[in-house]
């Protein structure tokens, strides 16, 4: 069993700063991936960053620059970091984590319920 559980969402002014954290069950380093997707109404889910076990990182267009992806692995916990918010930015903000299927050669997600981030001023 695998549990994310998301926080940090709110409202914000454009410009403004969050930080989300994501706490897992589980190491960090039992997952190919860790991240962050987002989904606004009438929108597609979107992938706004992940980070591996090794460290490597990757954002969206959208974010880079703005955004940043973190970890805590004694907490096992995973940060966004968001800065320069845009009301563009506001949606459902989702934790996800990547395993390997052990019945296939693909993998497993995991979703948390999400968090709230909206940008208004």
């Known amino acids: 069993q695998v549990q994310l559980v998301e926080s940090g969402g709110g409202l914000v002014q454009p410009g403004g700063s969050l930080r989300l954290s994501c706490e897992t069950s589980r190491s960090i380093f039992s997952f190919n991936s860790m991240g962050w997707s987002r989904q606004a109404p009438g929108k597609e889910r979107e992938l706004v960053a992940n980070?591996?076990?090794?460290?490597?990182?990757n954002y969206a267009d959208s974010v880079k620059g703005r955004f940043t992806i973190s970890r805590d692995n004694a907490k096992n916990t995973v940060y966004l970091q968001m800065n320069a918010l845009k009301p563009e930015d506001t949606a459902v903000y989702y934790c996800?984590?990547?395993?390997?299927?052990?019945?296939?050669?693909?993998?497993?997600?995991?979703w948390g319920q999400g968090t709230q981030v909206t940008v208004s001023s």
């Open positions: 996800n984590a990547k395993a390997p299927n052990p019945y296939s050669a693909g993998y497993i997600a995991y």
């Open positions: 980070i591996t076990p090794a460290g490597n990182t």
